[in-house]
T-cell receptor, first 109, second 113 residues
Framework: DQQVKQNSPSLSVQEGRISILNCDYTNSMFDYFLWYKKYPAEGPTFLISISSIKDKNEDGRFTVFLNKSAKHLSLHIVPSQPGDSAVYFCAASAPPLVFGKGTRLSVIA | DSGVTQTPKHLITATGQRVTLRCSPRSGDLSVYWYQQSLDQGLQFLIQYYNGEERAKGNILERFSAQQFPDLHSELNLSSLELGDSALYFC????????????FGPGTRLTVT
């Protein structure tokens, strides 16, 4: 029973364009959502988060949107850069953290 | 560099054996978390310790156990190993037991043959 789902295993985007990564969840008790980025041979790194009382949080090129009624969140990266190529994990907290399976983003120069 | 260290980086062992994975949290962090990432899976939460005490438990098998020592480092013990235990094991730390933002170590890759 996957409580956090990232339905796209991979995504390819041109450099300079927008990358949109999606995440769906089922547990309405989740009160905090996070995105982590992972490069090969490294541990995940915290990227951005959002509380369930907000619908948007922005940090530089990264924006997370939360739609509680749809139980959906998304991460927007604008503009995308080759260094953004990594696996992105969506996570939700009740706590503890529940992670999705990840989406591999490839930004093509 | 997250400040979280894990040893060893790689471990190859046989079925039925027992191994110990070690984690040192970031300086000042009191909480340690253990996660398992199997092939094509997300990170599965195993267990959390806070200041030496077990704080939360996830889908951790009875063959697995953990502890956090007075110096706050933690060890994850995996026994009676099976092929399916082959995975990446991550340790993470945070300042307190309710911190949502966790800092991950580089992981230990366990291969059971």
């Amino acid at each position: 029973d996957q409580q956090v789902k990232q339905n796209s295993p991979s995504l390819s985007v041109q450099e300079g364009r927008i990358s949109i990564l999606n995440c769906d969840y089922t547990n309405s008790m989740f009160d905090y959502f996070l995105w982590y980025k992972k490069y090969p041979a490294e541990g995940p790194t915290f990227l951005i988060s959002i509380s369930s009382i907000k619908d948007k949080n922005e940090d530089g090129r990264f924006t997370v949107f939360l739609n509680k009624s749809a139980k959906h969140l998304s991460l927007h990266i604008v503009p995308s850069q080759p260094g953004d190529s990594a696996v992105y994990f969506c996570a939700a907290s009740a706590p503890p953290l529940v992670f999705g399976k990840g989406t591999r983003l490839s930004v093509i120069a | 560099d997250s400040g979280v260290t894990q040893t060893p980086k790689h471990l190859i062992t046989a079925t039925g054996q027992r191994v110990t994975l070690r984690c040192s949290p970031r300086s000042g962090d009191l909480s340690v978390y253990w996660y398992q990432q199997s092939l094509d899976q997300g990170l599965q939460f195993l267990i959390q310790y806070y200041n030496g005490e077990e704080r939360a438990k996830g889908n951790i098998l009875e063959r697995f156990s953990a502890q956090q020592f007075p110096d706050l480092h933690s060890e994850l013990n995996l026994s009676s190993l099976e092929l399916g235990d082959s995975a990446l094991y991550f340790c993470a730390s945070s300042a307190d037991y309710l911190s949502y933002e966790q800092y991950f170590g580089p992981g230990t890759r366990l291969t059971v043959t």
